[in-house]
């Protein structure tokens, strides 16, 4: 073999060894051998390397799957560990325990509706689980950093949750789901209305109801979805702008975006910021918007349209009550550090580095890392949220701390 043919072959070899690094580098986490946790159900836990993005200590997210689905497709297809290594967050997917009327398919047992009790069925082994994890020293998790998301029925079971245990969970992202008390008999159209859903929510709390004050709520829905009709989307949004109303205070719409993927989101506001926000996503039907590039996990988990990992993270980060004012009971704001003592920005990593945020370096192709910290931070077009505390000579992954 020729000098020639073997100096192109090591050039052609380059760039696929460097993507080969920096994949490592990207998911330096790793999945914990399937346990089970709390006493009863089948756990996939992911734990990054990274640091904390908030306060020196994790996050737990909890993401349920929906009927005909199991954790391990949540596991290979869902998207979350480059989230998880991007805030230092532990990442638990549950498998439904089985029981109830439809856990003979894989759903979770929301469907006992009003009769939900923390005590009983999947809404206790799910309190367990995250007590159990909490004790886990070596996961240095935050209890005021749980976060639950859910699809289809795991949705279900995450409107449950958000009521029945507000206390523990300080933000729900529900994902194609039916309203708090319902029992999954009105897919196809909202059988609780925002008064009553609001009442449900309440009832489901009882003496823990002080806690939903400090809670922040996220639907996602598909415009074409066939299985639960968008509609369900307005309606546990109504029901939630009640229920949170009644820390005092009007919420109402702040803002409105859009995504990369489709997605269109409203945000309302309540007089310290954002509490509530709904995604519709363009065009996609019933599933879980795993975000363009991810691949995996079998039925209902759309891999072309948002990123929503990525999207309810930098959400409930950015706007949780519990970090940022008041753990239980009203809000009230915490003193803070002045507004340019930190800066945070969230863009591709083409727009931070055409704004002096990120360096880069070329492998056949564009690789980015964070300004003066150094932190990989993917290709041209992911999205990254970064900061600053020294007036932009070194930037970090993550949120203000």
């Known amino acids: 073999m020729s000098n020639t043919i073997i100096k192109n072959s090591i050039k052609m070899l380059i760039p696929l060894v460097c993507a080969l690094l920096f994949s490592s580098a ?52 869902a998207n979350w560990r480059g989230t998880a290594d991007d805030y230092g967050m532990v990442v638990a997917l549950p498998m439904a325990s089985k029981e109830g009327s439809y856990g003979w398919v894989g759903c979770w047992n929301f469907h006992v509706g009003m009769n939900a009790s923390r005590t009983k069925s999947d809404a206790k082994y799910l309190i367990n689980m995250v007590k159990a994890l909490i ?15 859910g699809l289809s029925s795991g949705a279900g079971m995450t409107n449950q949750l958000a009521c029945l245990a ?28 925002a008064s009553q859903g609001k009442t449900n ?59 990369s993927g489709g997605g269109d989101v409203t945000t309302l506001c309540d007089g310290i910021g954002p509490r509530i ?8 039907e019933h599933a879980w918007p795993a975000g363009p590039g991810s691949s995996g996990g079998g039925n209902y988990i759309d891999h072309t349209h948002i990123n929503y990992p990525d999207y309810i993270t930098d959400f409930f980060f950015s706007n949780n ?3 940022n004012g008041g753990g239980g009971g009203t809000p009230t704001p915490t003193p803070t550090a002045p507004p340019s003592s930190c800066k945070s920005v969230k863009s591709t990593n083409k727009v931070h580095f055409n704004n002096k945020r990120a360096t880069r370096n070329y492998v056949g192709y564009y690789v980015y890392y964070a300004k003066g910290s150094g932190q990989y931070l993917g290709g041209t077009y992911t999205s990254r949220r970064l900061y600053t505390t020294n007036g932009g000579s070194t930037w970090k992954k993550g949120s203000c701390p």
């Open 26 to 77: 990207a998911y330096a986490g790793s999945w914990r051998s399937q346990a089970t946790i709390g006493g009863k159900l089948k756990v996939h836990v992911y734990v990054p390397t990274s640091s904390p993005a908030l306060k020196g200590k994790r996050a737990l997210m909890v993401s349920l799957h929906g009927c005909g689905q199991t954790h391990s497709d949540f596991k290979t297809g």
């Open 135 to 149: 004790s886990d020293t070596s996961l240095n998790i935050d209890p005021k950093q749980v976060y639950i998301t």
């Open 166 to 193: 507000p206390d523990i969970f300080a933000g729900a992202g529900v994902n194609a789901g039916p309203a708090p008390g319902s029992k999954g008999d009105d897919l196809s159209s909202p059988g609780v209305s």
């Open 201 to 259: 929510c309440n009832n489901l709390a009882g003496s823990y109801k002080s806690h939903l004050y400090t809670q922040v709520y996220n639907n996602v829905h598909g415009t074409k979805d066939g299985s639960v009709a968008p509609a369900h989307a307005q309606r546990n949004t109504a029901i939630f702008e009640r229920v949170y109303e009644q820390s005092g205070g009007g919420i109402s719409v702040c803002s409105t975006s859009s995504l």
């Open 277 to 284: 926000s709904k995604v519709m996503v363009n065009g996609m």
């Open 321 to 323: 009550r519990r970090i």
